[in-house]
């Protein structure tokens, strides 16, 4: 079996990795040279959109996937075997449709509105509330293209330093913390559901997740009614995450992926089936396999550098991932999973690797 997959960053590796054992061939199309990429797969060098690149990979691939959400949308609609499918690409690429379908669907959010001038910063404002985020509706992702407004004059300043493209406005909203839900879903309609994992970001960027998020409760059966609605409005196929707000009432949605997702990386050690395998059983047409996480397991992501390597191994219950790139500020390089008998014992080595981290930052 082949698998076209376009975009090669760290989860068009992984998707590559996930592959092989399966005994699928894979093929990446990006414009730029990866260490990571090619080492887990051939690439061909091409923007993302090459006409002629993209119909030889759809010619050679049984099926076609996409690592990140800001493919551009003419370079896979209409085309036959993409998934997830199109559609949930142009939602996901633009806030005020997300917002939208996710209201359309029964799922609650944060309050919003859209932002088109700088004549509507006011207005929407008044109906969202102070403090509030003003983001831009397309692109920007890990805290980029927003800003925190809490007076109307701070907001048209933020519109036009945001390059005044069309916004929205959404409520801050007091959460006791943030939730992302995982799923998989084949052409058959078969779904499969990770349990929910409690993320901690930090200047917009995701730092660390556990999984099963403690203290769940009924939590886990919300979020997975919530999945599974998108799931099958859209017709899915392939692994979708919701992110969610935890808050004294229903959950909030506040974005989704429609791909595999950071705060998922930890299942590749502490799951049966990764989200990665499962994304590539779910796209090629194979049966799922099973979502069950066999003890909680932790994630941190190494940011801007990495701690030696030898330190990290050091420490029990530790698995290491490497991007091979080169160090920047912001730059996702790596990411560490954690294991442990329980809780308490994952909790503990996060806090080692955490420490690790601090004193190579």
Known sequence: MRLGIIGGGQLGAMLAEAAHPLGVATRILDPEPAVCTARAAEVVYAEHDDPKALSGLTDWAQAL?????????EAVQGRPGVWPPPEALRIAQDRLHEKDFFTEHGVDTAPFAQ???????????AKVGTPALLKTRRLGYDGKGQ????TAEEGRQAFEELGGVPC??????????ELSVIAVRSADGDVRVYPVAENHHEG???????????DLKDRQA????IVVRLLEALEYVGVLTVELFDVDGPLLANEMAPRVHNSGHQTIEGAVTSQFENHVRAVLGLPLGSVEVLQPVGMINLIGREPPLEALLAIDGVSVHRYVKEPRPGRKLGHVTVQGADRVTVEHRLEQVQAL???HS
């Open 204 to 214: 917009g960027i995701l730092r660390w997740s556990i999984t099963p998020a403690p």
């Open 222 to 225: 919300e979020a997975e009614s």
């Open 65 to 73: 996937t996409y690592e990140f959400e800001n493919v551009p949308l």
């Open 147 to 150: 800003a925190l407004v809490h």
């Open 168 to 177: 929205i406005l959404e409520g801050l909203v007091d959460f006791r913390r």
């Open 115 to 125: 932002v088109s001038r700088v004549q509507d910063v006011q207005e929407a404002l």
């Open 357 to 359: 981290v601090r004193e």
